[in-house]
């Protein structure tokens, strides 16, 4: 198992960057695929980026492709998030997750862990 918990949320304007992290307690982080998704208000959860297990695969939604870098440092037990160019769309919490699954998923039904997410406001 893994318990996740995401920092580095706030208010930014339009244009501007954050830097998300998801900070993972367990001894087996390197095994988990992580995912990071967000939902704004009214909104259904949508899927924003995943990470493979190795660091090496990685993707994106369309919404943010160009824009954020998913990445994972093992030896830390972390994954980041860093939001360029941010726009107000953007605004959400932003939650990570992590799945046991030997192929990474973009649907959150195949994370089995979730943090309990960081808020991003863009003001614009």
């Known amino acids: 198992q893994v318990q996740l918990v995401e920092s580095g949320g706030g208010l930014v304007q339009a244009g501007g960057s954050l830097r998300l992290s998801c900070a993972a307690s367990g001894r087996t982080f390197s095994r988990y695929f992580v995912g990071w998704f967000r939902q704004a208000p009214g909104k259904e959860r949508e899927f924003v980026s995943y990470?493979?297990?190795?660091?090496?695969?990685?993707y994106y939604a369309d919404s943010v492709k160009g824009r954020f870098t998913i990445s994972r440092d093992n030896t830390k037990n972390t994954v980041y998030l860093q939001m360029n160019s941010l726009k107000s769309e953007d605004t959400a919490v932003y939650y990570c997750a992590a799945g046991e699954n030997l192929i990474p998923q973009i649907d959150l039904r195949h994370y089995n862990y979730w943090g309990q997410g960081t808020q991003v406001t863009v003001s614009s």
């Open positions: 990470i493979s297990r190795s660091g090496v695969g990685t």
